[in-house]
């Protein structure tokens, strides 16, 4: 039986502040449009894929985007499915953390992204670390940002555990505050509201409102096998992997050095802590990160 998918209508993202991207879209599968950013000079050879997490979507790299595009790098951001502009599955059952790793993977094959610097956050860490892991070939670098790939072999933190449960609970799942608790930076109520644009109302929230649960938490979970397979190639990875963490994000908060500590290619890199920079670092300090980027691309 086909899914049923709800598209948000385009009325949703007018006037968005700072977001007057062109929308494109490919298909992942034979029912689900993902939209993306593509912004690029002519003739730019670096790609910096950024992938936002829960329960964000590409409005989080409106920053970031345009310095990496000015600075002669193709800048590309999904919107994962289930987020943003993309297709969104209505029950929470259509989703699981390899049914996402299956479209984001065709979204890469089809627009055969090469070169590939990866911006991860949040899950863009739990996807994208695991597309690195699988498609090694195709990534020169990774910068990894308040994210995280869990096996389950670690207890998680009570705070995950807390959100977890109110994320399956709470009987309106509110987008843009969710958003707002966890940056530093007081966000105006136009911001907010782009963040709840793709959502029109709960119909459309199955993806956002699943995706806590998808965190393999226990070292039985149906993914911890395959994110220890992963480790097994991320300890071997020698190309630049970079951290750069926010110094107020509980969530992720000793990661960036157990990342260092595990990845050969993060030795010797200009790992940063990010003042000010809260879970959702992009709308804290979308400027700095971008040229972060640029400049761990400059030196590797």
């Avoid at 007081?186 to 782009?194: G, K």
């Avoid at 959502?199 to 409102?209: L, W």
């Avoid at 993914?223 to 071997?236: D, G, H």
Wanted: charged share 20%.
């Amino acid at each position: 039986m086909p899914m049923q998918v709800l598209q948000t209508p385009d009325s949703q993202f007018d006037n968005l502040p700072g977001y007057a991207f062109e929308p494109k879209f490919v298909s992942v599968d034979d029912q689900l449009q993902m939209h993306y950013v593509d912004e690029h000079p002519e003739g730019a050879t670096e790609t910096v894929l950024m992938l936002h997490g829960e329960p964000s979507w590409s409005y989080l790299y409106r920053k970031m985007i345009p310095i990496i595009a000015k600075s002669g790098h193709r800048a590309i951001a999904p919107d994962l499915i289930g987020f943003g502009k993309s297709g969104k599955p209505t029950k929470t059952s259509d989703y699981t953390y390899k049914t996402h790793l299956t479209w984001i993977k065709a979204f890469v094959e089809k627009l055969d992204l090469q070169n590939i610097t990866l911006f991860c956050q949040d899950w863009g860490g739990l996807l994208g670390l695991r597309l690195v892991a699988e498609n090694p070939e195709r990534f020169k670098r990774v910068v990894a940002s308040n994210t995280f790939l869990p096996t389950g072999d670690i207890k998680m933190p009570e705070s995950f555990q807390q959100w977890k449960q109110y994320s399956q609970e709470v009987p309106e799942f509110p987008v843009g505050g969710i958003i707002q608790r966890a940056t530093t930076t007081q966000l105006s109520d136009d911001i907010v509201a782009a963040y709840d644009a793709p959502f029109p109302d709960e119909a459309y929230k199955a993806g956002a409102r699943i995706f806590p649960a998808l965190v393999p938490d226990s070292s039985d979970n149906v993914e911890s096998e395959a994110n220890r397979n992963a480790w097994k190639v991320l300890s071997q990875w020698k190309k630049p992997f970079l951290t750069c963490f926010g110094d107020a994000d509980p969530i992720t908060k000793g990661g960036d050095l157990f990342f260092q500590k595990m990845i050969p290619g993060a030795k010797g890199q200009a790992h940063t802590t990010v003042a000010g920079g809260g879970h959702f670092i992009q709308e804290d300090r979308g400027e700095e990160l971008a040229q972060i980027v640029i400049d761990f691309i400059k030196a590797n």
